[in-house]
């Protein structure tokens, strides 16, 4: 059974209340402090201190300082006003039992409360974490697109510039080359006049020349074309004497080497039919040539 402890001390002021435990080898790993606005307790075995409190405080701004055996306790009063005494007086202990009940179910629903308080912050700080993380990436997109803009900005400027030099240059050598067909025009143009010049002074000098001398040039121009006019050639024959062939193309277009095997091979058929054949020894040797007989049946059939 716990040791209830009665040898504490208490002061106050007209917003808070201090109350000084003694407990004897009390540590913050030990001691269990519970308190609520109407009940407050020490539960540090083998001891136990409990209140129950004049007047209602502040729970949650309320401090304990655990030292050097002690436990001293900072209350706020929720009602600025001196108490008469620090615990209720005319107890009984179904009382101390609801109170006991009560201030546990209150710890529970402040608990409660808490943890929910908690949870939304949290859902809050993750929200909150989560929009500046949209915020910062919709930033850097924009950054991005922002900088693509830019480069395309950039490119497509470049682009009309580098159209814009080509235009001029193809310009500029349209204006040289005209310029040059033009020079070429003038030149051909001075060199027509000039020999336009030129041929009406030789056409002047012929008519004056032709005028005193033409009987001179008559005879000059008709013992040119006498002399000019080659003698007859004398008329002689030439001889072609061509290389006899078996075959009807020419030497250049033939392969001897195959033709002359042919021909042997066509001659020992001959030699050969000769022999077996007693009614072809009394022809000549032409008629018995396969192409001198081709020949005569082609003449014969003509």
Request: charge should be neutral.
């Amino acid at each position: 059974m716990p040791l209830q402890v009665s040898d504490y001390s208490w002061q106050q002021t007209r917003t808070a209340v201090f109350i000084s435990v003694p407990l004897r080898g009390v540590s913050v790993r030990d001691a269990d402090v519970f308190c609520t606005e109407n009940y407050l307790k020490v539960n540090c075995p083998p001891f136990l201190f409990e209140v129950f409190l004049y007047a209602p405080v502040d729970d949650e701004s309320s401090k304990a300082k655990i030292g050097n055996d002690t436990i001293v306790f900072t209350l706020h009063k929720k009602e600025a006003a001196m108490w008469e005494t620090l615990s209720l007086s005319g107890v009984d202990k179904e009382m101390m039992q609801r109170i006991r009940e009560k201030s546990i179910l209150q710890a529970q629903e402040s608990a409660k409360e808490a943890m929910e308080a908690k949870a939304s912050a949290r859902r809050e700080d993750q929200k909150y974490t989560l929009n500046v993380m949209m915020k910062i990436e919709e930033e850097e997109r924009k950054r991005i697109e922002d900088m693509k803009e830019n480069e395309r900005i950039k490119a497509t400027k470049e682009l009309e510039t580098w159209k814009e030099h080509q235009r001029k240059a193809e310009e500029h050598k349209i204006v040289q080359r005209e310029e040059k067909l033009y020079q070429q025009e003038k030149q051909i143009e001075e060199e027509r006049k000039k020999l336009k010049h030129k041929g009406l002074t030789r056409n002047s000098v012929s008519r004056n020349l032709a005028t005193k001398g033409r009987n001179s040039e008559i005879i000059f121009f008709e013992k040119l074309k006498e002399d000019s006019i080659p003698a007859p050639r004398s008329v002689g024959s030439i001889k072609i004497n061509f290389t006899p062939r078996v075959f009807p193309t020419a030497l250049r277009e033939s392969q001897v080497a195959a033709e002359e095997e042919w021909l042997h091979k066509q001659a020992e058929a001959r030699r050969a039919m000769n022999t077996d054949i007693p009614e072809l020894c009394d022809l000549k040797e032409e008629e018995k040539n396969p192409e001198w007989l081709k020949d005569k049946g082609k003449i014969e059939k003509v």
